[in-house]
């Protein structure tokens, strides 16, 4: 081997990162190499803390450095709508359009028979529990518009709707700024049906 | 902000890599809270002990973890052969190849009077140095074939012709497996210039 032992470790754990190939390993550890100590030491740190310090909202099931999460313990959402998404990244993406302000609950995954994944898998006893005490009107299912997805939210719609509660699915069409000629006819499909009244 | 502080901070440290953006950090970091302790622990550690352990070879300013680098402590190495290249990653693109067994010097950059780069601010002297011995025979210049390389090669070769020594430099030409129709047309004439007999 003609790298030192330590880049060779370096380089092995960097390529386990998803994403990142031999290449992008290598470039990575010569930038490692070649910056500050200060720099390279921080993101060490950081990596360390966020083991250290990140677990699961007790209440919504996302990342939390408290024992509830920032969203959980914020005066300023509206407990009203409950939106259920799959993982916590999920919160992130819909955080990032700041078009929703209620509260979340993430199941930690979806339906899925083939991988074993099945009702007592996710956290939907624990959901059932959240809408038990009258706070939540809507339930928003923000599973991803796919088959596994879908089964899921079906599956939830058909727990939840006997509650009395409004429940609902985002929308699916096509992609803003998109184009007609490239989309997917499933998507065009799925537009055509859910068209709106101008 | 939605994230959790800790989850904020190791974003923004993945962003400081070459080639993450913040997509690919997002995606690293959900690979790290998910991934199970000891796994991104041994990442973290692999990061620390890079820092701690890893500085130049005394001889040939390549990475080393002891006084000199694993290719100049080997014994099976032609120490008649040295090739000089502009950084450590140079040595370990020409390590892979297995197609040279000399020796490296490691100049640590190379001559651009736009950044201010001059002889002194490379590890010229030492390269002088070492060819004072009588050991080496030949000097392989092996900087990149852009306009800063050449010119790099172009100062070393006069320094090193005059003491008698073989100087070469690596070939210019086609890739292997490219295409004549691809070829720019500087690499297409530097491959008419230096082609071969048969």
């Known amino acids: 081997m003609e790298s030192a032992p330590a880049i060779q470790k370096l380089l092995d754990e ?17 930038w490692m190499l070649n910056s500050d100590r200060g720099t390279v030491l921080r993101l060490a740190d950081a990596i360390v803390e966020v083991k250290n310090t990140v677990h699961f909202c007790s209440r919504c099931f996302n990342y939390a450095e408290g024992e509830v999460c920032e969203i959980c313990a914020s005066s300023r959402r509206n407990a009203a709508i409950l939106c259920v998404v799959s993982e916590p990244r999920d919160i992130a993406a819909i955080e990032r359009t700041a078009a929703f302000s209620g509260l979340y609950h993430v199941l930690g995954g979806v339906l899925s028979p083939m991988d074993g994944v099945g009702p007592d898998d996710l956290h939907i006893a624990e959901l059932l529990q ?27 719609a058909r727990l939840i709707k006997p509650l009395g509660l409004k429940v609902t699915r985002l ?17 065009l499909g799925r537009a055509i049906e859910s068209r709106r009244a101008l």
Do not use: C, H, W
Request: aromatic share 4%; glycine share 10%.
């Open 130 to 156: 959240r809408l038990a005490d009258d706070t939540v009107e809507e339930v928003v299912l923000a599973t991803n518009p796919n088959v596994e997805g879908e089964t899921t939210a079906a599956y939830l």
């Open 171 to 187: 929308a699916s069409g096509l992609p803003v700024g998109g184009d007609l000629e490239f989309a997917d006819e499933v998507t």
């Open 14 to 30: 960097l390529e386990r990162m998803p994403g990142i190939g031999p290449k992008s390993a290598q470039r990575i550890a010569y």
